[in-house]
């Protein structure tokens, strides 16, 4: 319904497709489709530049530069042959199978984050599906899946966002993929990426230079001019797209800190909530700067790394890089990320040179957070990928997952967190010849700062991020030793927290957070059936006391009023 309203992409007419291409810094524009003649495109006014030929479904076409260069469609809906080949003409003839899905509310959410390649492509999450749901995961949430250059990429270095990257399958084959999970009752949402594109095969600036600005840069290079209503116009119907042609659930928008115009933001989610008023569609952010103002308008929810900062912190001891931010008082941080969302609220941080970081946040529901103790960034950013399972104390691992899990908070679970696994998730591309190179040494240099790679040698030992192994050392053991004990803990888990947590997330407010030892704390939130959840997490190696609700709790317990070393408790009671 609404692609044949959109500004970019090809679009289906009685009498063929037409072609259009916002190309403000080419006087003249060529279309090249596959077995016709080149045909010229007309100039219109703004930049435009449109042709319409009488070709359908499959039509692999190109446009022509006044340079030569044959470049694809920066709104291309499929590229078989990887970004420098072909655009091709899709048509919107899926069956659907799950025709009444409407998505589930926000509360319910328990969010399952992935890697697509990792898995198998499209067809290989489908066959994960049903055991993520029996464990209690009610949300997958796919890493970036714009098409990129290569077989393999960790999914931020996509550069025609428009197309699902085609080495996973087809665009069919990922609809059926979202099609099977509805139908298991599970949201499937995307990660889309608005503030870069990738160094290999975004051709834009070539004959688009306003896209982009010259007074500001991005550690990706010259930010996108979010001024142009051009340029707003593109990342909106990109939003729309996704969530209309494939009936995505929503979309969680990458580190939106590096979008100069915030405003942007409010915009794109009027349009989503404009465009599809009958669907639970979630907007999720990732805002380094900690800004609460969007989730006070139409956005659900921000990642909150504050938890996962603090919560490191306490289970490795590391205080490096942005880690030093958390390593005074860390029991005092992690009782305020419970209670109040974020620790910074605009109170100055060493790591950004003492400068404030965030906003108050106090006022905002729990569910207004997403908290993990894992996700690929915080991974993948380690020079060799190591998870908490390789880093942290196991029974210190299971009683922050508890702690997680049974928080009002959203919690978002990295793929293979529920099977306890060690494999690492690493940074991995397939570039070749120089921006190989570059990325290669790049990556090295970029962990030479730290005291464990300070010596060239040592450094060499970092995985290279274009190596097939890099990527294969990566995948999930779905039948390693401990898989089974994990998945029962998660299962366990996920089961109170649906039973007794998610029912009653809708008015759920903090009461408060108190510290109760140099790693533990307790916090309570006033819950809408009028009860009160507490938990109780002891991360230390000795017990420590606690003033226990009445009642039996739920989750843990108590020995001679104590919380024992590495565990969590949790209680319902009445207020």
Not at 222 to 251: H, K
Request: charged letters at 25%; one cysteine or more.
């Amino acid at each position: 319904m609404m692609a044949r309203g959109f500004s970019f992409g090809p679009q289906q007419t009685d009498s063929g497709t037409r072609f259009r291409l916002w190309a403000p810094g080419a006087d003249t524009v060529g279309l090249e489709i596959d077995g016709r003649e080149p045909q010229p495109m007309t100039a219109l006014p703004g930049g435009w530049h449109e042709a319409e030929a009488p070709v359908g479904a499959g039509a692999r076409y190109r446009f022509r530069l006044p340079n030569g260069a044959l470049v694809a469609d920066p709104a291309s809906r499929y590229q078989p042959d990887d970004v420098h080949g072909p655009s091709v003409v899709t048509a919107d003839a899926y069956e659907w199978q799950c025709r009444t899905w409407r998505g589930r509310p926000w509360q319910e959410a328990v969010i399952y984050e992935l890697h697509v390649g990792l898995l198998g492509g499209y067809g290989g999450v489908k066959q994960r599906l049903q055991m993520l749901a029996d464990t209690g995961i009610t949300a997958i949430e796919l890493m970036p899946i714009a098409e990129f250059p290569g077989a393999r990429n960790w999914g931020y270095d996509g550069v025609l966002p428009f197309a699902p990257e085609s080495s996973y399958g087809t665009p069919e084959e990922l609809k059926a993929l979202i099609d099977e999970a509805h139908s298991l009752g599970l949201m499937v949402f995307l990660d889309v990426v608005y503030n870069h594109f990738g160094p290999d095969g975004n051709w834009i600036a070539s004959y688009a230079p306003s896209f982009f600005r010259d007074d500001l840069n991005t550690p990706w290079g010259a930010g996108i001019d979010f001024r142009r209503d051009e340029v707003r116009r593109f990342f909106i119907e990109n939003a729309l797209y996704w969530l209309d042609e494939f009936r995505f659930d929503g979309l969680r928008l990458d580190a939106v800190h590096a979008i100069s115009e915030q405003d942007w933001i409010d915009e794109m989610a009027d349009a989503v909530r404009t465009g599809f008023p009958r669907r639970h569609i979630h907007l999720i952010l990732e805002n380094e700067g900690n800004i609460a103002d969007h989730m006070r308008g139409q956005i659900d929810a921000q990642w909150n790394d504050d938890f996962h900062n603090v919560m490191h912190v306490l289970l490795t001891g590391e205080t490096h890089a942005y880690y030093e931010d958390y390593a005074s008082e860390p029991a005092e941080k992690l009782a305020r990320a419970l209670a109040q969302g974020f620790v910074y609220q605009g109170e100055p941080s060493r790591h950004h040179d003492g400068k404030p970081r965030g906003t108050p946040s106090t006022d905002l529901p729990p569910t207004a957070f997403v908290s993990f103790l894992q996700n690929h960034d915080q991974i993948g950013n380690r020079a060799l990928g190591e998870r908490l399972t390789r880093l942290a104390d196991p029974d210190a691992l299971r009683a922050a997952t508890a702690l997680l899990l049974l928080c009002p908070q959203i919690p978002l679970i990295f793929m293979g967190d529920e099977l306890g696994s060690t494999a690492p998730f690493l940074f991995f591309t397939d570039f070749h010849g120089d921006l190989a190179d570059a990325v290669r040494e790049g990556r090295r240099k970029e962990f030479a700062k730290f005291p464990s790679f300070s010596d060239p040698e040592q450094r060499k030992a970092i995985p290279d991020p274009n190596a097939r192994s890099t990527f294969d050392t990566c995948r999930l053991d779905f039948n390693a030793a401990n898989t089974g004990e994990w998945r029962a803990l998660y299962h366990d888990l996920l089961a109170l927290r649906h039973r007794h947590i998610v029912p009653t997330l809708t008015e759920t407010r903090s009461i408060g957070a108190t510290v109760l030892g140099e790693r533990a704390v307790a916090a309570r939130w006033r819950l809408n059936a009028g009860q009160v959840l507490t938990l109780a997490c002891n991360l230390g190696d000795r017990p420590v006391r606690v003033e226990a609700p009445s009642g039996a709790a739920i989750w843990g317990e108590a020995v001679d009023g104590a919380i024992p070393p590495k565990s969590t408790l949790c209680w319902i009671s009445e207020a």
